[in-house]
């Protein structure tokens, strides 16, 4: 088949040793790996070289991929700091099976679900009193209150600041060392976005105040300007008043609506009782509001309590966490599954954070943050408030970025989807799958139309990944 090289990505595993012995028990694909690439899992077979450790801590896997979980060694550093174990290193192969010191999918998982650290919100009684006292505070003493409490963000070496794609990394270096034991030159897999996207952009509109939701129709026609659709979450309760006439003509004018929070008083996730109580109000509200999606107030959350929610996908996991007040990050720019809800993680650095705890007044960071992540062929997700751009200099930076998103569309093959868009998206390429016909490979299932045939493929020891040139005649349905 005739390809042509996408000149996006670029890997390469380093040092790790291929040896050859004895195949051990324990031989298995690794999940999360599967449904990264959605590659036939012949390609992918692992095993653990021993019984793993009781104990968590951190190592590397990779000159620059830092990871953390148990390992068959069973003496990490818990500090992320003083960490000098390479798993890499400990690589090795059994016939066609790469044999590791650790479990691939709990390491991506604890990495997703933010295990890695004690990144639980802050004490239940200094955000309570925070939010009762915020009412009779102004947005300068909430600034210096946010910066007192992001003072030492560039102390944190995980996630990496601006934009940590480890998972990424880590799948990548995984799929090429099963590809070097089994003495393959190419896997073909589903690529990650619609009809050979290069990446994906999405943008949402946080409404946080009164003054935010008498913004949105100038803020719809804004975005309508220059071309792009956004989601705007809506706060069902105490805020402000949510009208059937504003989610419709949000809806109407192709719009999405998505619900954010219950009332936004920071205390959801305060205890599991009270959250489920108040899942299952919010859960009324999707239904009236007829929305797919969720965002938690500030981005507290809880991943493990998700399944109390009737959502398809949540949006709020962020990348990097290190300036807000629940820090973490989920260390990938790719959607994921939690459970049976999808989510779509924050990319980017919100308006809020640019604006008034970086203090920047312009999209040079934004910028940044697009180039990383597109050269991971990620997704490009933004939250930009309506209560925070309703000042002509703050509005005037968010039309720079819109002009810069609208610059890369003309140029270069990017998907500009609504969050419920990408939602319907991964599920359709979770179901389905390559197969071979003849010489070659196909895609099959329904809505194969719309993918596109990939492949990766070692050269020289770096992994380099390749479209079809004709997608279509590589693709066919198949209920």
């Known amino acids: 088949m005739t390809t042509e090289t996408n000149p996006a990505f670029e890997t390469e595993i380093g040092t790790a040793r291929i040896l050859r012995q004895p195949r051990s028990s324990g031989r298995g694909r690794s999940e999360c790996v599967l449904d990264h690439f959605r590659c036939p899992d012949i390609f992918l077979d692992f095993s653990l070289a021993q019984e793993l450790s009781s104990v968590s801590g951190y190592f590397r896997f990779g000159q620059n991929v830092t990871c953390y979980g148990r390992t068959c060694r069973g003496d990490l550093d818990p500090h992320i700091e003083t960490s000098r174990y390479d798993a890499l290193n400990d690589t090795v192969t059994n016939d066609d099976t790469v044999c590791l010191p650790f479990d691939p999918d709990e390491v991506i998982d604890n990495l997703r679900l933010e295990r890695y650290a004690d990144n639980r919100p802050s004490s239940n009684i200094l955000r309570t009193a925070y939010y009762l006292l915020r009412p009779l505070t102004t947005l300068w003493m909430r600034k210096q209150i946010q910066r007192f409490h992001a003072r030492n963000w560039r102390d944190f070496r995980l996630p990496q600041w601006p934009v940590d794609t480890t998972v990424e990394s880590t799948c990548e270096t995984l799929l090429l060392l099963s590809m070097q034991a089994k003495r393959v030159a190419s896997v073909p897999f589903i690529w990650f976005w619609p009809h050979g996207a290069h990446g994906c952009v999405t943008m949402t ?31 069902p309760e105490e805020r402000y008043t949510v009208s059937s006439n504003l989610i419709d003509t949000i809806r109407n004018r192709g719009f999405e609506v998505g619900v954010q929070d219950l009332n936004h008083d920071g205390r959801l996730f305060d205890n ?16 009236e509001y007829e929305a797919k999606g969720f965002r938690a107030a500030v981005l507290y959350r809880r991943p493990d309590w998700y399944d109390s929610f009737d959502f398809s996908f949540d949006m709020s996991m962020p990348n990097v966490a290190h300036l807000d007040p629940q820090r973490g990050g989920c260390c990938t720019v790719m959607p994921y599954f939690i459970g049976r809800i999808l989510e779509i993680p924050v990319t980017t650095t919100q308006d809020y954070t640019l604006f008034h705890i970086l203090n ?33 200099e703050t509005r005037s930076i968010y039309k720079q970025l819109l002009s810069h998103l609208t610059e890369l569309r003309s140029r270069s093959d990017v998907w500009f989807a609504l969050p419920g868009e990408i939602d319907s998206w991964w599920r359709t390429r979770r179901q389905l799958r390559v197969e071979r016909f003849g010489e070659s490979w196909r895609i099959v299932g329904e809505g194969a139309e719309r993918a596109t045939l990939a492949y990766a493929k070692d050269v020289d020891g770096k992994l380099v990944y390749e479209l079809a040139t004709s997608p279509g005649s590589s693709v066919t349905s198949r209920q």
């Not at 990383?372 to 309506?386: C, D, E, T």
């Open 205 to 235: 509109h946080d409404v946080e105040s009164e003054a935010g939701r008498d913004f949105c129709k100038e803020l719809m026609d804004v975005d309508d300007s220059f071309g792009v659709k956004a989601s705007f979450q809506i706060v």
């Open 272 to 287: 599991k009782e009270q959250f489920v109580r108040r899942a299952a109000i919010v859960n009324r509200y999707a239904k």
């Open 360 to 392: 920047q007044r312009s999209i040079d960071l934004w910028k940044t943050q697009i180039d990383l992540i597109l050269k991971k062929n990620g997704l490009a997700s933004f939250i930009v408030h309506p209560d925070y751009i309703i000042e002509q």
